[in-house]
């Protein structure tokens, strides 16, 4: 009989995420028991600058991964969209459960569209990838960074700073605060981030009994489909924060070898007045995602990745 010690954040999203995974493998282990521990990351100490001026995506796993490798904890529960696409030496993700809906949302005053917002609205995201396909759709719209959990952000939303507010449609849905949304954005209009609406029980490599217990919770289509995804952005960027964002989807029906994946993937200035959009089908994850990645390199991605990069660091 297992004892597991699970690495979480804070955060109301993350909390309710890891909860919901250990209800889930007590259901697949009815003798396991399962201890959270609760890690504050530097991404959630610092909340008064943009994501891509103190270091993008690792901010809110380095922490917790810390604590698997020192093996204070045995697994932990992140958002996949928040981990680098390199994970440190010695460790895994040792279950991606199904992925929930990887959509972006709006969520406006008075339950405007997008379409429908005023000329010149203020819309409040910290992430490049969303501000820049939003003004690639509509150059009118004005874009003012915002950070802190859901309940900040509607909050600051209600108070009347922001016209809209744009947020993953997974992390509402997993609060039970869906019915705040306006709009489900497109995902021709909003391509979502690389992981989006996708869970990741990362744990160390050479934990065999965490393994067996993670394995029974895998979910094989959604393991596929953000392969490809991390793959695009392994090839892309890494793990800094730039407008790339990507979504393959996997033939229903299949599992296995032999599986047709199709993924999108997109590279944008953060203007949004140049996108690189790519789409093609593959049977191997990993090998589709460099074949997007190059596509778009050549056209010219490449170039607007090493400026943005240039300008975060500047």
């Known amino acids: 009989m297992g004892n597991w010690k699970v690495g979480t954040r804070r955060s109301m999203l993350a909390l309710t995420q890891t909860n919901w995974v250990i209800d889930q493998l007590k259901q697949l282990d009815r003798e396991a028991t399962f201890e959270r521990h609760e890690i504050v990351t530097k991404g959630d100490r610092i909340l008064d600058v943009t994501l891509s001026k103190v270091g993008g995506k690792g901010l809110f796993?380095?922490?917790?991964?810390?604590?698997?490798?020192?093996?204070?904890?045995?697994?932990?529960?992140?958002?996949l969209k928040d981990m680098p696409a390199e994970l440190?030496?010695?460790?895994?993700?040792?279950?991606i459960p199904k992925r929930v809906d990887p959509r972006d949302v709006l969520l406006s005053k008075e339950g405007k569209t997008l379409d429908e917002l005023p000329q010149g609205a203020l819309i409040g995201t910290s992430s490049l990838r969303r501000s820049a396909q939003l003004l690639a759709y509509r150059p009118d719209l004005r874009i003012e960074s915002i950070r802190g959990n859901i309940d900040t952000r509607i909050r600051k939303l209600n108070e009347g700073n922001f016209d809209a507010i744009v947020l993953a449609a997974a992390g509402l849905e997993r609060v039970n605060w869906d019915g705040t949304i306006s709009q489900f954005l497109p995902i021709d209009i909003s391509l979502p981030a690389v992981g989006q609406g996708a869970l990741a029980i990362e744990c160390r490599a050479d934990d065999e009994e965490t393994l067996n217990l993670l394995r029974k919770f895998d979910h094989l289509p959604t393991r596929l489909a953000v392969t490809a995804e991390r793959s695009f952005l392994h090839r892309l960027e890494g793990g800094c924060q730039v407008p790339i964002g990507a979504y393959a989807t996997v033939a229903e029906g299949e599992d296995g070898e032999g599986t047709l994946i199709t993924l999108t993937g997109m590279?944008?200035?953060?203007?949004?007045?140049?996108?690189f959009k790519k789409t093609a089908q593959g049977t191997d994850p990993a090998a589709l995602g460099l074949q997007v990645a190059d596509v778009l390199a050549e056209e010219g991605a490449a170039e607007v990745l090493e400026r943005v990069k240039k300008e975060n660091q500047a």
Request: glycine residues 12%.
């Open 61 to 79: 796993v380095k922490e917790i991964e810390q604590s698997l490798l020192d093996g204070e904890t045995d697994f932990a529960v992140h958002s």
């Open 88 to 95: 440190p030496e010695g460790l895994v993700i040792g279950a």
């Open 267 to 275: 590279v944008a200035t953060p203007d949004g007045t140049q996108v």
